[in-house]
DNA sequence: CGGAATAAGCTTTTT
DNA sequence: GCTTATTCCG
């Protein structure tokens, strides 16, 4: 440690501060370390420990751009940035002539895995056969090309069952993820599609084509070339060359393809930090595999070493009590058991209700009364195991006139109109994408699927967009629309086209078929699209505006309590997935039973119950003061369809076994909950049976790349060999 | 050919 | 309840 240590080194703990200067300091504005495994339980001071990381780093002479800051938000990148900064400012004397003392330290490479690939390849384009002005494809576009072809070849006319679309991505993405066979795949998650196995790499494989000749990248194929790019000693040689230090947040829930990125990029470990909590590992459906974080350190010859954080600033120890003995249920993980730095509190209520409206009108009353003692709505969140579960919730806080914000379930984007407007940026952005062209074209009166195919054909034989368009007959209804088109491409269809104005030049052209289509809803609409355009602002240029937003899209939807302002005091809603890093001071879970912790669909296998189990830890330990668990005993059964006989709901939750209960308070009288099966497993459903299928024998077009500079790596040529 | 109306299936978590 | 596929009418 430097003689001078800055102040903020003594208000960690030892843990911490080992983690924070591990590695020797060389003098020359380099630390030379070794891969540091950082296991860091809940509220240990994890964010503060990876800030003041980059702070010290910093101070040692590192270049802030020469760290590789992974995280799993935007949010969690700017939040780590601005306390990096805030620690710096503190050692800067101040008063000292540094230049960033005040805000956010500048960290131009910190991000998701997703977004700091896609910044490398548009980077390396040339050197990997790219298109640099490749768009990103958000969940929803992707599935929506996937099923085009799916249509295409046949498969939407089967009588029997072939998978959604949905269902299909999600297949192709874990296969992907995890690296592992298709067929695995499929009787490893999704038995029922085993049948159609031939079918589905032909589908998967016919997308990736078709990905190619649209210039679009989806999520995986972000990390596909980019592991693909690091195949290539050279290019991998330069993508290493850039960062000196990697830092990776909440390395629990990498998977296979992310590990071996970083494997890659630091082939020995040198300057590799990797921090995570094994018990928060909660992503297992998205291939995270917690063997990665398990066994971290055995990669490395010698292995890495671990630093394990247990003191728990967060929480008052009762809330801890709880945790600890959810875990002690767990097989697999690091032992650590939470110690509070805090001290005493309340115990955790474990709260027994008739059904989802009491359920509701007690999380209110708690709320107000919380609020009542000086505790503001935006210190309190009421988590969940899916979105709609906070439904009732949300009517009686809209009733009651309680502002509140909503995170995860992802609405805001899926909406039509704020689809339509992108799909406008993105096909001037990228005029290739097609399927962009096909949505906008539809917005048109009397344009549907044949028009728009026919004239996206005439578009395509033209370089510019605006050519193309000028080519084509427009549909008698639309004249108008049509000119306005025209012009609208004209202005902002080149890439060179100013940013500024282009996101409201949009707006003025879509705003006549708005009201058109929505009549009554139109109003709504466009303030959704006033929200987006205040976004399309604060960014650069048209390409990070639509890269960002596929990639972290706005989480929180406020339409329903009358959007909250940022000054304004709002109540947190959140599934317990969106609320991973966060913490309040009051806490309320809804619908603690079997069916939700765990889920009815995780009930199979006993590690996905285990990811279960892990995922009421996460949402428990995001208390700092109240922690309350509520327990419905019935569910409104309004709008179950007929499948629901075998319902698990009501039935206690298996993760509440005596050591839990004897933690919570008001825990009512045994066996009141107890009269419904817990363990019945998910009905099977039938296989399909071998329908004859037509074989439309797509005609795929030969991708053709043509780059001024001679790729060094043919990205394009692995992503379509996968299948 | 486009678009509305009807019928049938399917429901976790998200970068 | 929602989305998606098919049918039917202008």
Redesign the pocket.
């Known amino acids: 440690m430097t003689p001078s240590a800055p102040p903020w080194l003594n208000r960690l703990n030892p843990q911490q501060r080992a983690a924070v200067t591990w590695g020797m300091p060389r003098g020359d504005g380099r630390v030379q370390a070794a891969p540091l495994l950082v296991i860091a339980g809940a509220g240990t001071g994890k964010t503060a420990t990876l800030a003041h990381r980059v702070a010290w780093l910093v101070e040692q002479g590192v270049d802030p751009a020469r760290i590789l800051l992974i995280t799993?938000?935007r949010r969690a990148a700017q939040e780590m940035a601005r306390r990096a900064g805030q620690a710096l400012a503190q050692s800067l004397d101040t008063g000292g002539v540094c230049p960033p003392a005040q805000g956010a330290l500048q960290l131009p490479w910190a991000g998701?895995?997703?977004?700091v690939a896609a910044r490398l390849l548009r980077l390396h384009a040339s050197a990997l056969g790219l298109d640099s002005g490749f768009s990103v494809l958000?969940?929803s576009d992707a599935?929506d090309l996937l099923?085009l072809i799916?249509?295409e070849q046949g498969w939407?006319?089967t009588r029997s069952?072939f998978p959604?679309?949905?269902?299909c991505l999600?297949i192709a993405?874990f296969a992907l993820n995890t690296g592992r066979p298709l067929r695995e795949v499929l009787a490893h998650g999704w038995p029922w599609c085993l049948d159609w196995h031939d079918a589905l790499r032909k589908l998967f494989s016919a997308y990736a084509e078709r990905k190619q000749t649209h210039r679009v990248l989806d999520?995986d194929d972000l990390l596909l070339a980019w592991e693909a790019a690091l195949s290539d000693p050279q290019i991998a040689a330069q993508m290493a060359a850039r960062f000196d230090h990697i830092l990776v947040d909440e390395y629990q829930d990498t998977n296979t393809l992310q590990a071996g990125i970083l494997r890659a990029l630091s082939p020995q470990g040198e300057g590799l930090m990797a921090v995570g909590d094994d018990a928060q590992s909660?992503?297992a459906?998205?291939g995270a595999c917690i063997d990665h974080i398990l066994s971290f350190g055995e990669q490395f010859d010698p292995p890495a070493q671990r630093i394990t954080l247990q003191r728990n600033y967060r929480s008052v120890q009762p809330v801890l009590d709880c945790a600890n003995a959810l875990m002690a249920g767990s097989t697999q993980a690091y032992p650590k058991s939470l110690q509070a730095a805090r001290g005493p509190g309340a115990r955790p209520v474990l709260a027994t209700v008739a059904d989802e409206r009491a359920q509701a009108d007690r999380v209110i009353g708690g709320v107000l009364a919380q609020r009542e003692t000086g505790v503001p709505l935006k210190e309190q969140a009421v988590l969940f195991?899916?979105?709609?579960h906070s439904e009732w919730l949300e009517v009686e806080l809209t009733r009651r006139k309680i502002p509140f914000v909503k995170?995860?379930?992802?609405r805001f984007m899926?909406a039509a109109h704020v689809k339509d407007v992108l799909a406008v940026l993105r096909w001037m952005q990228q005029p290739r994408d097609a399927l962009a062209g096909f949505r906008v074209l539809?917005c048109l009166?009397?344009?549907?699927?044949?028009?728009?195919e026919r004239a996206l054909a005439v578009c395509a034989a033209h370089e510019r967009l605006s050519a193309g368009l000028s080519q084509c007959a427009s549909?008698p209804?639309a004249v108008a629309h049509w000119e306005a088109l025209i012009a609208l491409t004209r202005d902002i269809g080149p890439r060179e086209a100013r940013w500024r104005g282009q996101f409201d030049a949009v707006c003025d052209w879509y705003q006549p078929l708005l009201e058109r289509r929505y009549r009554d809803g139109a109003a709504v609409r466009a303030a959704d699209l006033q929200v987006l355009a205040a976004m399309a602002g604060h960014f650069g240029s048209r390409e990070q505006f639509l890269t960002e937003l596929a990639?972290?899209?706005p989480?929180a939807s406020g339409d329903l309590a009358g959007a909250p302002y940022r000054d304004e005091d709002y109540l947190i809603l959140s599934?317990v997935?969106?609320a991973k890093g966060q913490e309040w001071d009051a806490v309320w879970v809804l619908n603690v039973t079997d069916g939700n912790f765990p889920?009815e669909?995780?009930t199979g296998a006993a590690h996905s119950i285990e990811e279960e189990r892990r995922?009421l830890y996460v949402a428990m330990t995001r208390a700092r003061n109240t922690l309350e668990l509520i327990e419905p005993r019935a569910f409104a059964v309004?709008?179950q369809?007929r499948?629901g006989d075998r319902h698990v709901t009501g039935a206690r939750s298996r993760f509440l076994n005596a050591a839990v209960l004897a933690t919570l308070e008001g825990v009512p009288s045994q066996g009141a909950l107890n009269d419904v099966d817990p363990c019945s497993t998910p009905p099977a459903v039938p296989g399909g049976a071998a329908a004859a299928v037509a074989d439309s024998g797509a005609a795929q077009s030969a991708t053709e790349h043509r780059q001024s500079a001679v790729p060094r790596v043919d990205v394009a040529a692995r992503l379509r060999s996968r299948w």
């Open positions: 799993f938000s998701t895995f997703h977004a958000d969940r599935a099923d799916r249509h939407s006319a069952r959604r679309k949905d269902t999600a993405s999520f909660i992503y459906f998205r195991r899916n979105a709609q995170h995860g379930g992802l899926d539809q009166p009397g344009m549907g699927p044949a028009l728009a549909p209804a990639l972290d899209p989480s599934t997935h969106s889920n669909y995780a995922l309004t709008h369809p499948l």
